[in-house]
């Protein structure tokens, strides 16, 4: 008889002891992990919106400084999680912050625009938060944030190798676990590491794919990301209401 899978919960809670493990050197000179000091927040969002009936994983890559750092939810924009998942609290601050990025949590003025593209167009699309969780779920790859001297960040791709490698091999097993978990028909990559990521990690067996990533930086994302996404999804035969 096979084991029942693990509850997102403990996938995260894993997951982030593990990650607390690995060790970064310069150029990273602070490291955020909100499945720490923000757990309570994440614990809520998983409790409310982690579905073993959803679809589709979308899989981004780590938290943003203005979006998960302050929140705990995955491209967790303050607005998006306060006024539309109904979360609100949860957030202790680290001891160790970076003077240029602190951890306000719901206080935070500062906007993230992939969360707010991305949970705004959940909410445009579907509603309420409970019809998009029944059919999707967002999941970061990595639960770490990590920032130079300067205040500037730094992705988990480009740490040195001995670096990524332990931290990759924590984030694959949580990925093969939440996986187990949901159960879902496609994954999909919010850019293209995520895509790269799932690829590497799941069977031969899963739909893989991916969407345009809608942060400012990219020249695409800011030409209309919600309609190139589904157009995206579409493509990839995903029907929305």
Not at 38 to 43: D, K
Not at 70 to 98: K, M, N, S, Y
Not at 142 to 168: H, I, M, Q, V, W
Request: aromatic share 10%; with cysteine; net charge positive.
């Amino acid at each position: 008889m096979s084991a029942a899978p693990k509850s997102p919960e403990q996938i995260a809670r894993t997951l982030s002891r593990a990650a607390d493990r690995c060790a970064f050197g310069p150029p990273v000179r602070h490291v955020y992990n909100p499945l720490d000091y923000a757990f309570a927040a994440h614990r809520e969002y998983l409790d409310r919106y982690c579905r073993p009936e959803a679809e589709i994983l979308l899989l981004g890559m780590n938290p943003g400084p203005f979006g998960m750092v302050q929140t705990g939810v995955p491209f967790g924009e303050v607005t998006a999680v306060r006024d539309w998942l109904g979360i609100g609290a949860g957030v202790a601050a680290p001891r160790q912050q970076h003077p240029a990025r602190p951890v306000e949590g719901f206080a935070c003025t500062r906007r993230e625009v992939s969360g707010q593209r991305l949970w705004g167009w959940a909410r445009d699309r579907f509603g309420s938060p409970e019809a998009f969780s029944r059919r999707f779920f967002i999941w970061n790859y990595c639960p770490l944030a990590f920032l130079e001297g300067s205040g500037r960040n730094r992705t988990p791709d480009k740490l040195p190798r001995e670096e990524r490698e332990p931290l990759y091999a924590a984030c694959d097993r949580a990925l093969l676990d939440i996986v187990d978990f949901l159960r879902p028909s496609l994954v999909l990559g919010v850019g293209r590491f995520g895509e790269t990521r799932a690829r590497r990690v799941l069977s031969d067996g899963m739909r893989i794919g991916h969407i345009l990533h809608p942060s400012p930086a990219s020249p695409a994302a800011n030409r209309g990301w919600a309609e190139q996404v589904e157009r995206q999804l579409a493509d990839l035969q995903v029907d929305l209401p």
